[in-house]
């Protein structure tokens, strides 16, 4: 079974600085993918970045970053340059590699982003 | 359009009642998948289809909830008999394929939000 754990039910930070999320996540699977995706009051749920178990280097895409700790089973979201368009639900799930991919979900942290 | 629209994007229903949510997945994805995210959680799995087979429906929670995918594009999740618990908003997500590369991500649409009076 795999499981995810978000920690920080809020963040809040201020605009053009950075914040990170935290993410831990319990697996039996030795291989598997991490992903973040960003849910604003709308709905959607969008795709930000992916980091795959066997990835030696830390994603990133643009403003966005992820720093992979296997060892600890941490996957948490850095988000450089805070805007105040990155205010939003932040979820961190996890899909084994095997199976049909299905994603397992944290319970998000809510980020606010002030002026 | 070119992501995964569902319909409707509100549904309110007397208990008892039965509902139908459609997902039109982005055109071409093999996989689609339903979750459930009540308010305050992240999304739960419901089921998973590859084309127009059911290949897992480990997340239903109850036999009255049914889903299909007939010709392998669009999809119709079903609740008979609606109950209170039912309540939360129902995202469809797809993807391009199946075992494609783990990179691929799951592309949602906006939700369905159910309220059950």
Redesign the interface.
Known sequence: AQK?TQTQPGMFVQEKEAVTLDCTYDTSDQ?Y?L?W?KQPS??????LI?Q?SYDEQNATEGRYSLNFQKARKSANLVISASQLGDSAMY?C?MRA?T??????????TRLLVSP | GAGVSQSPRYKVAKRGQDVALRCDPISGHV?L?W?QQAL??????LT?F?NEAQ??KS?LPSDRFFAERPEGSVSTLKIQRTQQEDSA?Y?C?S?LA??GP??Q???????T?LSIL
């Open positions: 995810i291989s993918g992903f995706y709308s709905g959607e749920m969008i795709f992916y795959g979820f799930a590699n199976g049909f991919q299905k994603l397992v979900f944290g319970t998000g | 996989s998948f979750y305050g959680q992240g999304p739960e799995f998973y590859q290949l897992d997340g908003v995202l997500a993807s199946g075992k783990p990179s991500p799951q592309h949602f649409g906006d939700g939000r």
